[in-house]
């Protein structure tokens, strides 16, 4: 046997019935709504239940993620909305009209995490426009993690269905 077919036995192509796949989902997706904005979801309770020390440790940690995250879409915004116009229009061609599978994959796993990363970006604005503090920002950051819940939710949902789709496709039975 070939060191490459034994590479791809082991990662297997066919990503809709690769366990990893669907682990790589699911971590992805818990991922993105326990960080919200770049700051951890407990760190945001603690302050909503503490306050003090903790309070201002969080509006510091939204303050600099903030900045960050409006620094980069001011000084590369339209490079990387371009470049990813540029990928997601390759992936959707390989995988929607050439049937490859691998690429249906990637856009599954990528395209909702792009909207949740432009609704960061908004959601940075908002908050740096309206300086918010307190109970403000915590209902803020709540309401952006669930809408990263529901894009999650819908994301799993889709791929789940068109997974199905795609394993039935390919299966003997078909």
């Not at 082991?10 to 700051?39: C, E, K, P, Q």
């Not at 995250?69 to 061609?93: D, E, K, Q």
Request: proline letters at 2%; glycine letters at 8%; a positive charge.
């Amino acid at each position: 046997m070939h060191w490459y077919q034994t590479v791809f036995e082991l990662i297997d192509m066919r990503s809709f019935t690769n366990l990893w796949y669907w682990v790589a989902l699911a971590v992805m997706w818990s991922s993105a709504s326990h960080w919200v904005l770049g700051v951890p979801y407990d760190m945001i309770l603690r302050a909503r239940r503490q306050g003090g020390a903790a309070q201002r440790d969080l509006e510091d940690m939204v303050r600099i993620n903030t900045n960050r995250l409006l620094h980069f879409g001011r000084s590369s915004g339209v490079m990387m909305v371009s470049f990813g116009c540029f990928m997601f229009t390759i992936i959707v061609v390989l995988g929607f009209w050439y049937r490859l599978e691998f690429a249906q994959a990637v856009f599954l796993l990528l395209f909702p995490l792009s909207l949740v990363g432009i609704m960061g970006i908004n959601t940075a604005r908002l908050i740096q426009s309206g300086q918010e503090r307190g109970e403000t920002l915590h209902k803020r950051l709540a309401k952006h993690r669930l809408w990263t819940q529901v894009i999650g939710m819908l994301a799993i949902l889709v791929t789940s269905i068109w997974g199905m789709y795609q394993n039935l496709q390919g299966s003997p039975l078909h």
